[in-house]
């Protein structure tokens, strides 16, 4: 089982990037996939996720209406387009295989999460 996540970089705020996430050794209709951040000095926190039959996305509030996570079956890429772009954005993205999701109202989290991506580095500034 592997993952793969690019498509980090540079990029001033209000811009936009999209990150990729291609995965192997498994199937992305059986797994939820997430992302994950990490900025220095910082928990690392989820983003978003895509549910293994692709009909839930969930995302923190702090990226809502700016970040849409979908995906590519035939690929096997999950994608994360990230727009408007803020300098609190700027952290190591990471995606990860998660087994469930619990829900408590509008709170969501990522459960046995078994599986690591190496992170691409998003760097927001002017």
């Known amino acids: 089982v592997q993952l793969q996540a690019s498509g980090g970089g540079l990029v001033q705020p209000g811009g936009s990037l999209r990150l990729s996430c291609v995965v192997s050794?498994?199937?992305?209709?059986?797994?939820?996939i997430g992302w994950f951040r990490q900025a220095p000095g910082k928990e690392r926190e989820e983003v978003s996720l895509?549910?293994?039959?692709?009909?839930?996305?969930f995302y923190t509030d702090s990226v809502k209406d700016r970040f849409t996570i979908s995906r590519d079956i035939a690929k096997n890429t999950v994608y994360l387009q990230m727009n408007s772009l803020k300098p609190e954005d700027s952290a190591v993205y990471y995606c990860?295989?998660?087994?469930?999701?619990?829900?408590?109202?509008?709170?969501?989290?990522?459960?046995?999460?078994?599986?690591w991506g190496k992170g691409t580095q998003v760097t927001v500034s002017s």
């Open positions: 990860a295989r998660v087994a469930f999701v619990t829900e408590d109202g509008s709170k969501w989290t990522p459960r046995n999460i078994d599986y």
């Open positions: 050794g498994f199937t992305l209709d059986r797994y939820h």
């Open positions: 895509i549910s293994s039959r692709g009909h839930r996305t």
